[in-house]
């Protein structure tokens, strides 16, 4: 039996894909509040029939699928190490980082770990949900294979600082207009990388996807600054044939000391009013944003 307190979650980066964390890796923690939201192996058994019998004979097992999901409350940039390729801020074409998980638990028969090897992260949000609400990290992505363990591998487990407050986060465009009203934010990368495989029951690599990046925010609404940009640039007052991109800028900070950012050029996608006939609430502005040309902050 298990209990508050029992378990163990750290991850250190690998050398390359299943190939080992070194001798001396750092192992360290995602956050705080860390939550494992799926941490799924699947062995894909594919039944064998016989014509003469209406029962399965026997399973296949086929090609090892792996899914983790790790969500955390943010106190640094080091998840940066996991989603980005090109130096830990940037995107570039080629192999992705990858990671090995370590999730252990202490139990009254002794300990497990299951020791999660080519993680590949695919997916991340980073969520500010109002001034009241802990800025949010999530992970999701396929990992190559796992062992199970007797022992809880990391010995020290390096840990960021302090969390970031949603009266942290800032959310600003062309050069320094800050939306002052800010009610939520998400960024969101999709396509970080994806799985290669050949003849084996593990996959070979792990390479950069297709990277989509967006931004939904919702803000009070209080000039048409931003509306103008979705009719196509500053200043428009009617549908423009072309929508122009903006230079934004979305910022984590502690005490005004930057933890984690992101620079990005935005381009506005949607649009929409809520609450225009509501004296019980004021009217917001919701707006979906496409993003490229993403630099965030350097975890070194």
Do not use: C
């Amino acid at each position: 039996m298990s209990g508050a307190g029992s378990a163990s979650l750290a991850w250190a980066p690998e050398t390359n894909y299943l190939s080992g964390v070194g001798d001396s890796p750092t192992y360290r923690d995602f956050g705080a509040s860390e939550t494992v939201d799926a941490s799924e192996l699947s062995r894909n058994l594919l039944e064998i029939y016989a014509p003469d019998d209406p029962e399965t004979q026997s399973f296949l097992a086929q090609n090892l699928g792996g899914q983790l999901d790790v969500s955390f409350l943010m106190r640094d940039d080091d998840y940066h190490r996991l989603i980005f390729s090109d130096g830990f801020t940037g995107f570039a074409s080629g192999l992705a980082p990858s990671a090995e998980v370590y999730a252990g638990v202490n139990t009254a028969s002794g300990t497990t770990e299951r020791q999660f090897r080519g993680w590949s992260p695919a997916t991340a949000s980073i969520s500010y949900n109002g001034p009241t609400e802990t800025v949010r990290v999530t992970l999701s992505g396929a990992y190559g294979t796992e062992e199970r363990n007797q022992s809880l591998t990391p010995g020290v487990i390096d840990a960021g600082g302090d969390e970031v407050p949603g009266h942290g986060a800032s959310l600003s465009f062309a050069g320094g207009s800050s939306v002052s009203k800010l009610q939520s934010a998400t960024l969101s990368f999709e396509g970080l990388s994806r799985l290669q495989r050949g003849p084996q029951q593990t996959p070979v690599d792990a390479v950069v996807g297709n990277v989509s990046t967006s931004v939904e925010m919702q803000s009070l609404y209080e000039d048409p600054r931003l509306y103008e940009r979705v009719l196509g640039s500053a200043g428009a007052s009617t549908i423009e044939k072309t929508v122009d991109e903006v230079a934004a800028s979305l910022e984590f900070a502690v005490e005004g000391s930057t933890v984690a950012s992101y620079d990005f050029q935005a381009a506005p996608d949607t649009y929409d009013w809520q609450d225009l006939v509501n004296p019980d609430n004021d009217l917001t502005e919701s707006i979906t944003w496409r993003g490229r040309a993403v630099t965030g902050s350097d975890p070194t």
